[in-house]
């Protein structure tokens, strides 16, 4: 038996509420979503799932980060941080990433992310989901290797070629 995770199958994007509940009930802890988007590498990865899949890797243009969209719209954005040292995302760059699904009558607001930042939220949570994540990352890179077979020297190449002109050092 586990943690339930729902996944929506029109933008692929993951609902953190129901996972962050569900993992406090079974685990009996008292991991609070706010608190990921508070953490300043959050922020960054968000900024940057946003570069690299909208902007296409280009450098940031104007208005990438927006110091004055007011934290209090966003309640999930540090507003406790020194301004020199926050990084506040513009509504482009957060919405890309972060849907927020206003609960009706009965119902409580839910969270729903980008897979990506469904990854790192499930490395936020605990040194075992951590694991799993990157263990399910690593299994995938094993079958992929498998399925190429006398190939892998091929596809090797062709990763490294293809890591190293987007960006890879």
Do not use: C
């Not at 009706?104 to 790192?120: A, E, N, Y």
């Not at 490395?123 to 006398?150: C, H, W």
Request: glycine share 6%; hydrophobic share 35%; aromatic share 12%.
């Amino acid at each position: 038996q586990g943690v339930e995770v729902l996944q929506r199958t029109s933008d692929g994007f993951f609902n953190l509420t129901e996972l962050t509940k569900a993992f406090n009930t079974y685990f009996g802890t008292n991991k609070r979503v706010d608190k990921f988007f508070d953490n300043q590498r959050t922020k960054d990865f968000i900024a940057e799932i946003y570069n690299q899949e909208v902007l296409g890797n280009e450098p940031p243009k104007e208005g990438y980060l927006n110091s004055s969209l007011e934290p209090s719209k966003e309640g999930y954005l540090n507003s406790s941080l020194e301004p020199s040292k926050e990084r506040v995302l513009n509504k482009d760059i957060l919405s890309y990433s972060v849907k927020l699904k206003r609960g009706g009558r009965g119902h409580s607001d839910s969270t729903w992310v980008h897979p990506m930042l469904f990854l790192k939220y499930m490395m936020f949570l605990s040194p075992s989901f951590e694991y799993r994540a990157l263990k399910m990352v690593q299994d995938n890179l094993i079958q992929l290797r498998n399925e190429t077979g006398d190939a892998r020297k091929t596809l090797a190449t062709a990763i490294t070629k293809w890591a190293y002109a987007n960006g890879a050092k």
